[in-house]
Every structure is written in structure tokens, then in C-alpha cells.
């Protein structure tokens, strides 16, 4: 072993058996003892308590996630060629997995730790990137990765026309570094003053707002749960609930629905889902509600008149940690039993959960016993997860967050 030129952290027994493991998290209270001094978003050696090397990663003594392992090398070198091939390789993994999808524009091309860029995400939208930073090593270094991103994208015979930063999210503050977003300026690039952009997914075109969007602007971790969803989408009646963008309802429409409804909470999703329908031509078999659906559910079941034979329930996540996991289950379980009690026998529901905490046991627990309290039985046509651009690690549970389940209603 070469050398070691970093500050040296030793780990609890606990925590050497989570990295042998896999995993690339290091939390506070399982550091032992550091050896040589450092400032937060230094990278750090890992060692066991018998003094056996483990890994290098950056530290941050703000984050309860203390280090963040991104090599277990001893002789990995950190410079640009070091990040330029995990970079490529990302690529070239999504070029494979993705296949001709890859050429349609949209897809994630960096997913934190499944890409070994812990706190990184990076979402490809035609010739731009948006880019969120959640981890304090890599906002120390991201004015050399974002130049490699522009050079390896020119490999693949791609030329980036914009990155911009989506750091306003409220994790940051929890890292010690502050809320931003922005253009991130380099030679060749430029920026979109209004932030909209038409991508396509699924053959349907879709407008876009970087600047004012959720996270990066576009969901890509359901594509092809939405192709999933649309295949049993001819000639029935559609009530797609937590529209957003309109993407489960446009491809349902697209695949020959009778009909679909869309409804959103919010007035701008409802206003750019209906967009988005007249882009593709869907609207006049599509029409668009702004409702809460926790409220629209009550009263069509108050009133016993469901006119849908096709529900989708693609809520935001009604937990983000393992504290509030019980009421979300709870908030699950109602608008599940909801929709079952809704549909009639031979009806289909579509459903899912985007929270890690949310675990597909848990899910599946709870859709049963949804289904005990709407009196009917669950036929499984598909259980799904996310697209192959969002990779899962099989060692590191926090990557496998989406849940998606197709049922007929028996």
C-alpha cells in the first residue's frame, strides 16, 4: 500500500462491519480516534481499530453522516483522471442499461452513492445538466467535476449547452452549507433565462421549468412504471391522482385510454399538466381537476358514484424519516383503501411509494391490510421499482426508495 498522505480515522467494531459490508456511511458516534488535522470536506483515511485501512471519503463533523466513503483503493489517486472515469463509466452504465431510451435526452446520470459521488445528483435533460449537491466534499470540488462532466459528455459526441445548480434544498443546511441555485459559468455554456425546457420521455413531450420545477425539474425515476401503468390504460376511465407534471396521465391517454381525469393539489401543476396534453395533442380525452385527493376520494365515496375504472395514486413522500413512518403509514393505508373501495371488481389500481423509510415490506403490509378494510382482494399484475438509471445497491438499502404495484381489484 502506497503512502498515505490523509488524516487517519479509526472506527468502531459496528461500523468496520458496515463498510466491509458495503456500506459508505461512517456516523459520528462510531469514530474512534482521529489522527492529523482536517477541515470539513477534507478527504480521510478509514481504518479499523487494529489498524487495517478501509477506505478513503470526505468528512464533515456537521453531518451526523460523519464520512462519506467514495474509494476503498488504497492506491487511488484523487485527481481529474480518478473523476473523470467514474464519470464515464456513469455514462457509459446509463448508455447500456437504457439502450435506444438512452438517445431520447432524459435520464439520471449520477445517483449519489449508487455512482460512488456520495451527495450528487445529476439529472440529464437533453443538452443540460442540473446538478444538486447534497454533501460538503463534493460542493469543495464541483468547479473541477462540472468541466469533467462537460468533457466527457463531448466524448459520447454530446455538447452541454447549460448546467445549473438545484441547491435549494433544505439538507444543505443540515451540511453546513448554505441554499443556492443557479448557473454554473464556463466556456461554452450559457444560460436559459426563463429555465424551460421540452424534453421527451416515452415519445410524449413534456415542458419543463429547471429554475422553478420539483427537485431537478422532472421525476425520471418512474418512466417506465408509467409504461407499465399505460398498458392496461385502453378504452378505461383514468383518475390520475398527484398529477404533477401530467406524466402517468398523458401516457395513459397516449396508450388509448377512454378518458383519463387529472388532479393535482396544486394550481401550476394542473395549469402545466394541461400544457403539456395540448403539446401532445391528448386534451380532448383528457380534462384536469386542482383538488386535494384525500378530499375528492372522501366525497366520490360519500356519494357512491366512481365513474373510473383505472386509479393511479403517485403521492409525494409522506415520510422522510423513521420517526413519522407510522402516521405515513396511516396516510397510505386511507387513500389505498380509498381507491379500492372506489373501483369496482375487475377495476385496476396503480400505486406506490417514493420514501426510503417506506420499506416494500411495509408497503406491501400495508396495501393488504387496505384491502382487508375496503373488502377486497388484491390480483398482482406488476411489482416494479425504480428506472435502471437510478441504480439500487443491494448494500446500501437507502438507494432502493420506490415502491410500484399494478393491481386488479377481485
Avoid at 66 to 81: E, M, Q, Y
Avoid at 225 to 241: M, P, Q, T
Avoid at 273 to 283: D, I, M, T, V, Y
Amino acid at each position: 500500500m502506497a503512502q498515505r498522505v490523509f488524516p487517519k480515522i479509526s472506527i468502531t467494531e459496528k461500523a468496520e462491519r458496515s463498510v466491509r459490508g458495503g456500506h459508505p456511511w461512517v456516523y459520528s458516534e462510531e469514530i474512534l480516534c482521529v489522527d492529523g488535522s482536517y477541515e470539513n470536506g477534507d478527504l480521510v483515511d478509514v481504518y479499523t481499530k487494529k489498524n487495517r485501512f478501509l477506505g478513503t471519503g470526505y468528512i464533515n463533523d456537521n453531518s451526523k453522516i460523519r464520512i462519506r466513503i467514495i474509494s476503498r483503493n488504497a492506491n487511488d489517486r484523487f485527481d481529474d483522471d480518478f473523476y473523470r472515469r467514474r464519470i464515464r463509466y456513469a455514462i457509459e452504465y446509463r448508455k447500456t442499461v437504457m439502450g435506444n431510451d438512452f438517445d431520447e435526452g432524459c435520464c439520471r446520470i449520477i445517483f449519489g452513492e449508487s455512482d460512488s459521488f456520495p451527495g450528487l445528483t445529476v439529472d440529464r435533460f437533453n443538452d443540460v445538466l442540473v446538478v444538486q449537491v447534497l454533501s460538503l466534499g463534493i460542493e469543495r470540488i464541483k468547479h473541477r467535476l462540472f468541466p469533467l462532466f462537460i468533457e466527457v459528455f463531448a466524448e459520447f459526441g454530446i455538447k452541454l449547452r447549460a448546467i445549473y445548480e438545484r441547491n435549494d434544498v433544505a439538507i444543505r443546511n443540515k451540511e453546513g452549507m448554505e441554499q443556492c441555485k443557479g448557473y454554473y459559468m464556463h466556456e461554452g455554456l450559457s444560460e436559459i433565462p426563463d429555465g424551460k425546457l421540452i424534453i421527451t420521455e416515452n415519445g410524449i413531450k413534456y415542458e419543463i421549468n429547471i429554475i422553478t420545477g420539483q427537485k431537478t425539474g422532472f421525476f425520471l425515476d418512474q418512466k417506465y412504471n408509467r409504461l407499465a401503468a399505460a398498458r392496461i390504460a385502453k378504452g378505461r376511465n383514468v383518475l390520475d391522482c398527484f398529477t404533477h407534471t401530467g406524466a402517468f396521465a398523458l401516457n395513459a391517454a397516449k396508450a388509448g385510454a377512454n378518458h383519463v381525469t387529472a388532479v393535482d393539489i396544486s394550481d401550476d401543476a394542473v395549469k402545466l399538466a394541461k400544457a403539456n396534453a395540448e403539446l401532445n395533442g391528448l386534451s380532448e380525452r383528457m380534462s384536469f381537476v386542482c383538488a386535494d385527493v384525500f378530499d375528492l376520494l372522501t366525497d366520490m365515496e360519500a356519494r357512491k358514484k366512481c365513474e373510473f375504472d383505472y386509479i393511479i395514486l403517485d403521492p409525494p413522500a409522506f415520510t422522510k424519516s423513521r420517526d413519522t413512518v407510522r402516521s405515513a403509514i396511516n396516510g397510505y393505508k386511507a387513500i389505498n383503501a380509498k381507491a379500492m373501495k372506489l373501483l369496482p371488481r375487475g377495476g385496476y389500481l396503480a400505486t406506490c411509494s417514493c420514501s426510503h423509510f417506506m420499506t416494500d415490506d411495509l408497503f406491501r403490509r400495508m396495501l393488504h391490510d387496505a384491502a382487508i378494510d375496503a373488502g377486497v382482494q388484491l390480483r398482482q399484475i406488476e411489482g416494479r421499482q425504480q428506472s435502471p438509471d437510478h441504480p439500487i445497491l443491494w448494500n446500501v438499502p437507502e438507494t432502493d426508495y420506490l415502491k410500484f404495484y399494478i393491481f386488479q381489484i377481485v
